[in-house]
């Protein structure tokens, strides 16, 4: 699992943040004193994609939202900006049975296709915050409250998984390597497998007020969006079930069948279209839900990429305690 390699993560993140006052030094040549601040966010995450749990494309289902915690070193160049550097961890949801409403017209098929998955992410982060209102003192002279924008660039580690049906063990597994849209059947027709290391960009806003001299409190909201349409394991089209390389495979890859739901363990209501079988590739018979296992049947929304959000407060404490007046202004 990716998290055992978080030591690692947690290096870079060092390494790059002591760059991060250099770096600035060259952007802001004039502003020759600033202050840094450590910090500690606890934030719930949402994620919009596939499995998307109501009726618009950008709204979340609260019941499938998750904790996440950052970790965070941020450096003032001039009365308005700040450069930062953050660490997250936290876990995205999402599960058609649910959220998706058997007896609403628009949402009922995605009742019936039964898919879910949860995804822990790993984030490392470097993000421009611009105070609203400008600081032109000492931090001792910080104004009490300003709303702020911030922007900025990630790389993220993920591992989408889904449990297997109670019938096989009910255990969380991991799907890229599956190829459940037949990503590892290594014919034509099917996308290659997707990385585990993704980017994403940031865009977001917040306000901060200060409690002391030397600390501060947040709340803010950004938006993460991912180049890629698979931090659900779900994207376009059912693939040919005789093209996928294991019984495993095709059982992750279409549940429209199953009575059970395999995350809460409770009963489905009856499907609304009928089993049928159908020939594989490899000249074997499958059955599927109608409608929703066949190659070319829809699966996702291919072509939207997918996004997920954090929400939370945010605790910073300036950790070099000088009192000398940074000089954000130039020399005459």
């Not at 250099?22 to 719930?44: C, D, K, N, V, W």
């Not at 597994?173 to 590892?184: C, S």
């Not at 659900?232 to 059970?260: H, I, K, N």
Request: hydrophobic share 35%.
């Amino acid at each position: 699992m990716f998290y055992k390699n978080i030591s690692g993560w947690i290096c870079l993140v060092w390494l790059l943040t002591f760059s991060i006052k250099g770096f600035g030094q060259r952007i802001f040549p004039r502003f020759t004193e600033s202050y840094t601040s450590a910090g500690i966010q606890l934030s719930s995450m949402h994620y919009f994609g596939d499995l998307n749990p109501t009726n618009n494309y950008v709204s979340t289902e609260l019941g499938l939202t998750r904790p996440a915690i950052t970790l965070s070193i941020s450096r003032k160049f001039s009365d308005h900006f700040h450069l930062r550097a953050d660490l997250s961890y936290g876990q995205i949801r999402g599960d058609d049975f649910e959220s998706a409403d058997p007896t609403h017209p628009r949402h009922k098929f995605r009742y019936a296709r039964n898919l879910h998955f949860r995804n822990n992410i790993l984030e490392f982060a470097v993000i421009g915050v611009y105070d609203i209102f400008a600081s032109k003192g000492s931090f001792l002279e910080r104004r009490r409250f300003t709303p702020y924008i911030l922007a900025g660039a990630a790389v993220f580690n993920h591992n989408p998984q889904a449990k297997t049906p109670v019938e096989q063990g009910n255990t969380w597994i991991d799907l890229q390597p599956l190829g459940t849209e037949g990503q590892q059947s290594g014919k034509e027709g099917y996308a290659k497998p997707y990385s585990l290391i993704q980017p994403a960009i940031i865009g977001g806003v917040g306000a901060r007020w200060n409690i002391t001299n030397f600390s501060s409190i947040s709340f803010e909201i950004a938006l993460r969006y991912t180049f890629f349409d698979h931090l659900d394991d779900v994207s376009g089209l059912y693939p040919d079930m005789g093209d996928l390389q294991s019984d495993l495979a095709r059982t992750m890859s279409t549940r429209g069948l199953e009575t059970q739901a395999a995350v809460s363990g409770s009963t489905r209501e009856p499907n609304f279209n009928p089993a049928i079988n159908v020939v594989g590739s490899d000249g074997n018979t499958y059955t599927v839900l109608t409608g929703y296992g066949e190659r070319r049947d829809k699966r996702g929304e291919g072509g939207f990429n997918d996004i997920y959000v954090m929400a939370g407060f945010r605790f910073e404490v300036i950790i070099n305690k000088t009192a000398k007046r940074p000089r954000f202004r130039r020399r005459r």
